[in-house]
């Protein structure tokens, strides 16, 4: 029989790792390779390839304690479909409800549970479907539950004489597909304590696709010793029967029954971290947050997430504490220098994995850091600001600036800004610390701020009120802070409308109105800005003025007039009686623009007056054509006044489309699909929107001769 390593790759990793621990020794490794084909291909051992089918953690939420939400219905991630409620009999009044929420917060094995909502980062969101009370039930407002507003956890309603809270429901996950799996078991972390009697209890059950079957009881979490409110979570698995092989419809639940006697106590039960897998051994690796820390420092340990055990020992030599069976240990600390190894230990109930790493934690003895600092600069202006940093080597945990005459005064940021309000020279002093010491650093007269003078400018022109176009003088002032480096004008309207010099000149302004002006001047410490609304006024003839614009027919004339000046005349001169007249008549043949300039001697400014023409709305189509190519009626045209748009479209007698158009310009040269049609008659629709916006239909037919 023939080893496949290409597709064992549970194979190849388990020879992987013992390579890895044994790496020098030839004979380990020949050792291994036979006890490992040895068990491979004896008969107990044909079950399929190990694979994790399928996990359930509930999720986390964005904040902790997210109370409140119903299981049924609850969408998981993997894979995304929905869980549900089974209702099994009759219900008390206000029977207790499966809820998923972060309200009983998850924990790893033997840690202990808190009495609903944990504060401990990372634990305080994880979520966990658990049973909780209704809303408003007979014990929700005493000392007993406390919860009026139902999902505080794992807590519930025990009951009382009136049988209020009795309960039979069943929580039941998405469909698992098991094609092509066996040996399936099922690991979750729970918690229970609830009535001791087992009246009021937890079942897990499996569905087959047609039958539920309960498959046990989880037994009753340990308290803690610490606090007897409190139990500590546990895990737990199931090994599902043989009708889970192979089976596509595979569900599992967990029944909770209470018989509402008023027996119990709380908590009553919570679930997490469901694993459905083929059983398999189990691989034992894991990782560390950091392996090279200092003297006291603690970290924590990760086991590798793809072995889903039922149990883990952890050996930490010269840790503290020196073991955990946490799936990953937190806050394991390390009070001596030296290098330690680790070893864990994972267990599937069946079989177990060990995994030794020597030296693998690197304790160093740290010592205090080295304080040392610099400044973004070290010669300021006044009222300005600097940020400084720190240098400091060595490992600085904290900081503890201080700035005399700087604000503020002092600092506890690593890289804090300062300002300094006022000339001077200034010392600045670092304390750096870690949990080793502190070490102080002091730069006396460190920082000099100087007094510099912002700068200040106006502004005059030659004219302030003039006529249209007007070429203007402008003279930029020094009031304090010069010379200024630079010079920057803003002339909006104006030709040209900027300038960089300090007296520019030229400046034009061609319509009359009201012009603003700004002026933006800078030194080497600054800049001022200076703006004058309005500051100039440019107005030609005052009291200018001339006729209404107006619309009429062709053929009519307009009596035109302007006003307000000595002088007068009109441009174009077409379709008027006299172009220097104050009232011509205009009589224009078409829709005409007429520019009147008028002046009182001194200024001109120039009005305008719109004739629009209008013309009658007409639309004409011949009743014969003859295309033979003689360039005389070869085409059938739409024709009128006033047309915008159109849509000409022939038929021929049986209503078969023979030409469409949409441009006034193209008319129907007799042909279809690129050839000649007989002659006869043929039918047309024409459309056409005029444009005054109004729009006219015309059909008939039209005689095609040739």
């Known amino acids: 029989m023939l080893l496949d390593f290409q597709n064992n790759c549970k194979l190849t990793r388990f020879l992987n790792r013992m390579f890895k621990r044994y790496p020098a020794n030839l004979p380990y490794r020949i050792l291994f390779f036979i006890l490992l084909c040895g068990k491979l291909f004896s008969p107990e051992n044909a079950m399929a390839q190990p694979n994790v089918i399928w996990t359930e953690t509930f999720g986390t939420s ?23 409620v089974d209702i099994i009999g009759t219900q008390g009044s206000f029977p207790n409800i499966w809820y998923v929420s972060a309200a009983e917060p998850g924990k790893d094995s033997a840690q202990c549970s808190t009495q609903g909502c944990d504060s401990f980062p990372g634990v305080a969101i994880n979520r966990t479907l658990h049973i909780g ?46 094609l092509g799996n066996d040996s399936i078991r099922v ?81 009553s039960f919570a679930v997490d971290s469901i694993v459905v897998v083929s059983l398999v051994t189990p691989f034992a690796d894991f990782t560390a947050s950091d392996t ?9 340990f990760f086991a590798d997430s793809s072995t889903h055990a039922l149990s883990y020992s952890w050996t930490f030599i010269g840790g503290s504490p020196g073991t955990s069976s946490a799936m990953n240990p937190t806050n394991i600390t390390f009070p001596n220098p030296g290098d330690f190894g680790v070893q864990l230990i994972v267990s599937s109930g069946a079989a177990s994995d060990t995994m030794d790493k020597a030296n693998f934690i690197h304790v160093l003895s740290c010592t205090a850091p080295h304080a040392d600092f610099l400044a973004s600069d070290t010669v300021i202006c006044e009222r300005d600001c600097i940020t400084m940093t720190d240098m400091s080597t060595g490992g600085a945990t904290s900081w503890l600036w201080s700035f005399p005459g700087g604000n503020p005064s002092s600092s506890t940021l690593p890289d804090p800004t300062v ?66 480096t630079s010079w920057s004008w803003y002339f909006p309207g104006a030709t040209p409308d900027t300038s960089s010099l300090q007296n520019p ?29 309005s500051y100039m006024h440019i107005e030609s ?34 379709g008027i009686d006299s172009v220097y007249s104050q009232t011509p008549i205009a009589s224009p043949s078409e829709t005409t623009t007429y520019t009147c300039t008028i002046s009182d001697g001194t200024c001109y400014t120039k009005r305008q007056v719109v004739v629009t023409i209008l013309h009658n709305n007409d639309l004409f189509l011949p009743n014969t054509f003859s295309p033979n190519g003689d360039n005389k009626n070869d085409y059938f045209f739409l024709r009128g006044n006033n047309i915008y748009g159109i849509r000409l479209t022939i038929f021929d007698r049986w209503g078969e489309k023979m030409f469409e158009s949409t441009d006034p ?10 050839k000649d049609v007989n002659p006869g008659v043929y039918t047309f629709v024409a459309t056409v929107i005029f444009t005054d916006g109004t729009s006219a239909s015309k059909s008939g037919t039209v005689t095609l001769v040739r």
């Not at 902790?64 to 219905?73: E, K, R, S, V, Y």
């Not at 090279?292 to 924590?300: E, F, H, P, V, Y």
């Not at 070490?439 to 701020?449: C, E, H, L, M, Q």
Request: with cysteine; hydrophobic share 30%; aromatic share 14%.
């Open 62 to 84: 964005s904040t902790p304690c997210d109370a409140g939400t119903l299981a049924n219905g609850f969408y998981t991630v993997n894979p995304s479909q929905a869980w549900s």
């Open 133 to 178: 009370n209704m809303a408003g039930s007979p014990l929700s407002n005493s000392s007993v539950l406390l919860c009026p507003s139902g999902d505080c956890g794992a807590m519930y309603d025990f009951g009382d004489w009136t049988g209020s809270g009795v309960t039979n429901i069943r929580a039941v996950s998405p469909k698992i597909n098991l």
């Open 187 to 267: 690991y979750f972390s729970y918690l229970e304590h609830a009535d001791i009697n087992n009246a009021d209890n937890c079942i897990f059950e499996y569905y087959d696709g047609s039958t539920w079957t309960p498959l046990g009881d989880p037994a009753r979490t340990n308290a803690c010793s610490a606090n007897s409110s409190s139990y500590k979570w546990s895990r737990m698995y199931f090994d599902l029967p043989h009708s889970a092989c192979n089976n596509p419809n595979v569900k599992i639940g967990f029944r909770w029954y209470n018989d509402s006697d008023g027996g119990g106590e709380n908590p």
């Open 292 to 300: 090279t820390i200092c003297a006291g420092d603690a970290i924590n």
């Open 419 to 484: 300002c300094y309000q006022d000339p001077g020279t200034y010392t600045i002093t670092l304390v750096a610390g870690n949990q080793y010491g502190t070490d102080t650093v002091t730069k006396i007269d460190y920082i000099v701020a100087d007094t510099c003078t912002l700068p200040q400018g106006d502004f005059y022109s030659s004219l302030q009120t003039a006529c249209a176009p007007s070429a203007i003088e402008f003279d930029g002032v020094v009031v304090t802070g010069g010379p200024f």
């Open 505 to 533: 000149t030229g400046i034009v302004c061609n319509a009359d109105g009201f012009y603003d002006v700004m002026l933006i001047v800078s030194n080497q410490y600054g800049s001022d800005t200076i703006i004058k609304y």
């Open 541 to 574: 003839v005052p009291g200018a003025y001339v006729c209404p614009d107006t619309a009429m027919y062709f053929g009519s004339s307009y009596q035109m007039y302007a006003g307000g000046g000595l002088t007068y005349a009109w441009n174009p001169y077409i």
């Open 665 to 674: 310009s193209q008319g129907w040269d007799g042909t279809y699909n690129n």
